[in-house]
């Protein structure tokens, strides 16, 4: 009866998660092809976090089935909210390389639309459907507001979109020049390009020595779960003292500390990131210098 339990709950928790993915790709193909540009980001991110908590409904009712535990439900829930994060983020980690790469290569294309005498205003428009990809959705907003806002704050806006320190030197060069003469703004996008490229090297280097770690957190994270797992399929008579509420508040005291030890070895695997020095606490006409 157990077993038949889990299929049962294994076959809901799979319908849940191909009705959302169906749903998902119904929805994708329907969209307009004037929809602006974070909208779609926006839709897509929505429809991303549909799929996980389809996956955290999965995993939960699978183990309750299983187990009929419901601290172990809650646990697997929450294991499968935390673990694309602890063992996954590489894919995290190789889009913020590349979006510094991009914020180079823009800043690049910025500095060669500018040698052309082209206005800031009119660069930013110029190069907005050519830029780069990682950073294209934010750069052509950007494009778009200067239809309805001044340059500085729409360039502040900017910042906050890309989240990025890189870009944060780029805008805040891009703004000393809306507000003052910059003769040599080319060149400093030129030298902010140069030393974008040196942070993504730079973050590929640290990325290559923090490998073992995160393989090493795979290992551990992977060996517990699936020692977990044959126990409670091969040995169920070993973990029948769980079946207790007192079981159940060991259970997830146990919970509580895997998890903490799993964030840890996560922790020691991701790098730092350097802090922003544009923040979007400051207001928009503290910018530097007057708005052109």
């Known amino acids: 009866m157990t077993d038949l339990a889990a299929l049962l ?6 319908g ?7 749903c998902r790709r119904r929805a994708l193909g329907a ?12 839709r897509v991110n929505r429809d991303r976090l549909l799929v996980r908590l389809a996956g955290v409904m999965s995993a939960a009712v699978v183990v309750a089935a299983l187990t009929g535990w419901p601290v172990a439900a809650v646990l697997a829930g929450l294991g499968a909210w935390a673990l694309p994060s602890v063992l996954g983020g590489a894919k995290d980690r190789a889009r913020e390389v590349a979006r510094t790469e991009a914020v180079a290569g823009w800043a690049e294309m910025l500095r060669d639309t500018l040698s052309a005498a082209a206005g800031l205003e009119q660069a930013i428009v110029a190069t907005a459907s050519v830029a780069p990809l990682p950073i294209r959705v934010e750069v052509i907003t950007l494009a778009a507001r200067l239809d309805a806002e001044r ?15 890189t870009g944060d030197l780029v805008v805040a060069a891009l703004v000393l020049a809306a507000g003052h003469e910059a003769r040599r703004l080319s060149e400093l996008l030129g030298s902010l390009a140069a030393a974008a490229r040196d942070q993504a090297a730079m973050q590929l280097r640290i990325e290559a020595g923090r490998a073992r770690i995160r393989t090493s957190t795979r290992v551990v994270v ?9 126990l409670i399929v091969l040995n169920r008579s070993y973990l029948e003292p769980f079946s207790s509420p007192l079981g159940q508040a060991v259970l997830a005291v146990i919970g509580l500390i895997f ?3 799993f964030w840890w070895l996560e ?9 922003r020095f544009l923040a979007s606490s400051i207001p928009t006409a503290q910018a530097l210098g007057p708005t052109s």
């Not at 849940?16 to 169906?22: P, Q, Y």
């Not at 992977?222 to 044959?230: D, H, I, K, N, R």
């Not at 922790?267 to 730092?272: A, T």
């Open 267 to 275: 922790r020691m695997g991701r790098p730092s990131a350097p802090e």
């Open 151 to 165: 340059l500085v704050p729409a360039l502040r806006r900017f910042a906050d979109d890309l989240a990025d320190p």
């Open 31 to 42: 969209l307009p092809v004037s929809m602006p540009w974070h909208q779609l980001g926006d």
């Open 259 to 261: 998890g903490l030890a």
């Open 9 to 14: 709950g294994a076959g809901v928790g799979l």
């Open 222 to 230: 992977g060996s517990t779960l699936v020692f977990a797992a044959g």
């Open 16 to 22: 849940l998660l191909f009705v959302i993915v169906g």
